[in-house]
RNA sequence: GCCGAUGUAGCUCAGUCGGUAGAGCAAUUCACUCGUAAUGAAUAGGUCAACGGUUCGAUUCCGUUCAUCGGCUCCA
């Protein structure tokens, strides 16, 4: 174990990467090379682009640096100083970044050999601590994070005290990537993309469709059951629908261009809310109906940026599983409590643990009563007291038109994707003057709530595989059993018995091929069927199977009606 | 959208320093009739992402577009 944390070595390994790509590029400017919860980067601008041969030179640099056992020798300069040296060195990013630093903020380098870095620490003694070190990949990224900023170079790497722990990683790394659900998608025929249709627009194979109708109807059924009431609305409104909403004025970048109908502009839905509210504004409301639960899976179309689409994590047709809760002030901080306690409940169900809720603020520009913000904030915050859970807050990181609780999962290589969240919105009721008659018989405005607890069911599957990786449990699995004929005498015997599982409710297919029963059990078990039902002349004599389970093995030859019986039970039970 | 990379058969990939392409797996057919992770043989399968340019000739070189991948930003 080494002495050093793993962010330290690892901001010492950007330091080391600073300094050999300074001797491959002596013009190189540099910006900033953090830690990452993964690993590091540094960002540099250089007067050529990089290539995988560079990042293989920079790690021999590297190599070489780390093996001088250089030491981190810490020296303060005034402000002045500091500038003049960055300025002899034309470090302009490191200028923006000194100017960053407070009046009163000590102004601390770094130097290792020959290279010298603005930087507040601390480090590893010399470059020999750092164990192991491996350079990833090479990406775009802009200054600060701003678009309107220039580009700069970026390396990502990894580095560990021992070449065992980076080699481990290394090795999780693929064990990672063998789950990516783009890759399972295309292995178990589950969905697709078509150019032909349009990039982020998902195609659903049957088996994929089979997951999501399983998924649906789970959903529905825990809804209705906690007290939710379901709805459906239209994929398209009128222009003065949108107008009302606000979204043609703040959100139309990111919708889809509009039709014309009947000398009237038709807009695809971005966001279900609108029609929700609606309903609600058909007729006159009372506070004894409150508070409503309103769900519906809604699919909505967003203009995302070609660059962000991701598989079906990130896409641009999708189905919400949303819903919105309209209630009086009393009821806000039961509400807000109840729905994430859902939310919980469901994502624990499909055996996810790393969950972390992320609660943002009030935005400097915002919306509605200052009142209402607070009274939501505090329902918020209750409700992750409650739950148990420690949240990271954003200040000032709402929408403007309120507050919210994210919550995130990973997926299968740490790459963190929102999925549930709860939204006040004080801006819709305002905007469509929602109200409700109260105790006192005036009219008062509700608060609203918007939430979706798988967030898209498109993220949701995506996110699904890679937890799985493609082994779904049994109530899910689109097939839950194969039957094997071992020679195509058994294949009558085998349609039989298909036929007859499949009148007990189970989904089950017949591989007929010409081919060794070792052939089949190789498919069956690369698709990860749960279930491969092997049939021989014994078997097919006595009308018995034997069995073999994805995880348990072999089971031997039992009778049609234990099998139906345990996988009955499998089902019931959801592993 | 921006930076960088990639696009060859259903899948995974090779290949052509410019003369219209090949493997393995999958598919189909035939033979074999087989007891728990690959039986054998044959056949078929490609506007080499699309469009333009250069050239006697472009899958190959150049340009544009589209899509995908790694990131940035954004987000369910």
Avoid at 19 to 35: E, M, S, W
Avoid at 266 to 274: A, F, T
Wanted: charged share 30%; proline share 4%; net charge negative.
């Amino acid at each position: 174990m080494s002495e050093y944390s793993l962010d330290t070595i690892r901001h010492s390994a950007a330091h080391v990467m600073a300094a050999a790509v300074k001797q491959l590029f002596p013009n190189a400017k540099f910006d900033i090379g953090p830690a990452t919860e993964n690993g590091f980067y540094y960002d540099f601008d250089l007067d050529r682009s990089l290539t995988p041969e560079d990042l293989k030179s920079i790690e021999k640099a590297m190599r070489k640096l780390i093996g001088r056992k250089l030491p981190f020798e810490r020296f303060e300069l005034s402000r002045a100083e500091a500038e003049k040296m960055l300025k002899e060195d034309n470090q302009t990013f490191k200028l923006e970044r000194l100017a960053d630093i407070p009046e009163d903020g000590v102004i601390t380098f770094y130097r290792t050999g020959d290279y010298v870095d603005l930087c507040r620490g601390p480090h590893v003694e010399h470059s020999g601590c750092i164990g192991a070190v491996k350079l990833l990949s090479v990406a775009g990224s802009y200054f600060r994070g701003d678009e309107k900023n220039p580009m700069l170079q970026r390396i990502y790497g990894i580095a560990f005290a021992t070449e065992e722990e980076l080699k481990a990683h290394l090795t999780m790394l693929e064990e990672a990537a063998k789950r990516d659900h783009r890759k399972l998608g295309k292995e178990l025929d589950l969905f697709s993309f078509s150019e032909n249709v349009g990039p982020g627009l998902v195609l659903w194979h049957p088996k994929g469709a089979f997951v999501r109708n399983a998924i649906e109807t789970y959903w529905r059924d825990r809804h209705y059951k906690n007290g939710y009431q379901l709805m459906y609305t239209p994929h398209i409104g009128r222009s003065v629908l949108w107008e009302t909403s606000g979204h043609l004025d703040f959100y139309r970048d990111s919708m889809y261009s509009a039709m014309e109908i009947d000398e009237n502009d038709y807009y695809v839905k971005p966001m279900n809310c609108p029609f929700h509210i609606e309903i609600y504004q058909s007729r006159l409301r009372s506070y004894r109906e409150l508070p409503l639960r309103w769900a519906e899976l809604g699919t909505v179309y967003r203009y995302e940026k070609s660059g962000v689409l991701h598989g079906l994590l990130r896409v641009r047709g999708f189905t919400q599983d949303d819903a919105h809760i309209v209630c009086t002030p009393e009821q806000i901080e039961d509400e807000i409590a109840e729905v994430l306690r859902f939310s919980l409940s469901i994502w624990k169900e499909f055996g996810f643990k790393e969950i972390k809720p992320y609660l943002a603020t009030r935005p400097a520009k915002a919306v509605g009563d200052p009142a209402r913000w607070e009274k939501a904030l505090v329902a918020l915050k209750k409700a992750v007291e409650k739950a148990g859970l420690d949240c990271e807050v954003d200040e000032g990181g709402g929408a403007f038109y309120g507050p919210k609780i994210d919550l995130k999962v990973k997926d299968a290589i740490g790459r963190e994707w929102q999925t549930s969240t709860i939204q006040f919105d004080f801006n819709l009721p305002e905007r469509f003057n929602m109200t409700y008659i109260g105790e006192d018989g005036k009219k008062h405005q509700p608060f609203m709530v918007h939430r979706a607890l798988f967030g898209s069911i498109e993220r949701f599957f995506g996110i699904l595989i890679e937890q799985y990786a493609g082994a779904f449990p049994l109530w899910l699995a689109p097939v839950q059993a194969r039957i094997l004929p071992i020679t195509e005498n058994q294949t009558e015997a085998a349609a039989k018995l298909r036929d007859d599982l499949r009148q007990r409710g189970f989904r089950v297919d017949l591989d007929s091929r010409q081919a060794g029963l070792g052939a089949k059990i190789k498919d069956a078990r690369h698709e990860r069927l749960n279930y491969i039902l092997v049939v021989g002349e014994r078997e097919a004599a006595e009308g018995t199977v034997a069995v073999r389970h994805r995880n348990d093995g072999e089971l031997g030859t039992i009778s049609v009606d234990d099998l139906a019986a345990r996988m009955t039970r499998e089902v019931e039970e959801k592993i």
